[in-house]
């Protein structure tokens, strides 16, 4: 049964005006950190309040968590690299927070991001190594781990060449440094959930990065959830999120 919280709290993570996040402070001594990412195609106006009802959730549960904005396409400075800078920036500031007052267990940090979130999850996991915070493991929920496939499927639309700036084989750097099946391997424990009804991003991106991710090397377990589309892991009551929930639990013992 979730246990009790505090009221969560928005705290400036960098200079911009999306330089921010929510704190969920569980009623728990060190707890882990789950950092989320919300999707939206990594545009405006799609916002963190996405995971709010997760965070509430997840928080009950004993988890501390790091909702966070970024900025998103349609604002100043979004998109590559800003828009991944921004997390690389808001994850590390995890490492402030407990002279902030906050107690935390960094070293059971997970970032857990859906759709575009996602995307941003599974890329946190495999950019350059921290000397702020260290990543135990990331999963992603019905992520676009393949922007170049993205791209090809029009999924989201244009939505990956704003993202990137222009059509992948125009940016071949570019979808090296942001697009997670590129960056493979990760060296970090990874989680992909998909539904198998999802109609906004295809499984087959799932189940082609898993096979990858494999073929590397990788810890890495993909869960197909039958008859599950892609809004379920935003509501705590589905089996979306319960399935989140038992792999959360399991990652930080």
Same mark, same amino acid.
């Given at each position: 049964?979730?246990?009790?919280?505090?009221?969560?709290?928005?705290?400036?993570?960098?200079?911009?005006?999306?330089?921010?996040?929510?704190?969920?402070?569980?009623?728990?001594?060190?707890?882990?950190?789950?950092?989320?990412?919300?999707?939206?195609?990594?545009?405006?106006?799609?916002?963190?309040?996405?995971?709010?009802?997760?965070?509430?959730?997840?928080?009950?549960?004993?988890?501390?968590?790091?909702?966070?904005?970024?900025?998103?396409?349609?604002?100043?400075?979004?998109?590559?690299?800003?828009?991944?800078?921004?997390?690389?920036?808001?994850?590390?500031?995890?490492?402030?927070?407990?002279?902030?007052?906050?107690?935390?267990?960094?070293?059971?940090?997970?970032?857990?991001?859906?759709?575009? &979130?996602?995307?941003? @999850?599974?890329?946190? !996991? *495999?950019?350059?190594?921290?000397?702020?915070? $260290? /990543? +135990? #493991?990331?999963?992603?929920?019905?992520?676009?781990?393949?922007?170049?496939?993205?791209?090809?499927?029009?999924?989201? &639309?244009?939505?990956? @060449?704003?993202?990137? !700036? *222009?059509?992948?084989?125009?940016?071949?750097? $570019? /979808? +090296? #440094?942001?697009?997670?099946?590129?960056?493979?391997?990760?060296?970090?424990?990874?989680?992909?959930?998909?539904?198998?009804?999802?109609?906004?991003?295809?499984?087959?991106?799932?189940?082609?990065?898993?096979?990858?991710?494999?073929?590397?090397?990788?810890?890495?377990?993909?869960?197909?959830?039958?008859?599950?589309?892609?809004?379920?892991?935003?509501?705590?009551?589905?089996?979306?999120?319960?399935?989140?929930?038992?792999?959360?639990?399991?990652?930080?013992?």
């Amino acid at each position: 049964m979730p246990s009790a919280m505090r009221e969560p709290r928005t705290i400036p993570y960098g200079p911009a005006a999306d330089h921010q996040a929510d704190f969920y402070a569980p009623a728990a001594t060190r707890p882990p950190v789950v950092c989320l990412l919300h999707g939206g195609f990594w545009r405006m106006p799609y916002g963190r309040d996405q995971m709010a009802a997760v965070a509430e959730d997840l928080a009950g549960r004993g988890f501390a968590v790091w909702n966070l904005e970024y900025r998103r396409l349609g604002t100043g400075g979004a998109g590559f690299p800003g828009t991944m800078d921004d997390v690389g920036l808001g994850i590390d500031y995890l490492a402030k927070l407990p002279a902030l007052g906050f107690d935390l267990d960094l070293d059971r940090v997970i970032v857990a991001g859906h759709s575009a &979130g996602g995307h941003l @999850a599974l890329w946190a !996991g *495999g950019r350059a190594p921290s000397q702020a915070v $260290r /990543l +135990r #493991a990331v999963a992603g929920l019905a992520p676009i781990a393949d922007l170049d496939r993205a791209y090809a499927l029009r999924v989201g &639309g244009e939505v990956v @060449a704003e993202l990137l !700036g *222009g059509a992948p084989a125009e940016y071949p750097d $570019r /979808l +090296r #440094a942001a697009s997670p099946i590129e960056m493979l391997p990760l060296g970090v424990r990874q989680l992909i959930l998909h539904g198998s009804d999802d109609a906004a991003v295809p499984i087959e991106l799932s189940r082609g990065y898993a096979r990858a991710a494999k073929a590397k090397g990788e810890r890495i377990e993909l869960i197909e959830l039958p008859g599950t589309g892609h809004m379920e892991f935003l509501d705590p009551s589905t089996e979306a999120h319960a399935a989140l929930c038992r792999w959360l639990e399991a990652a930080v013992r």
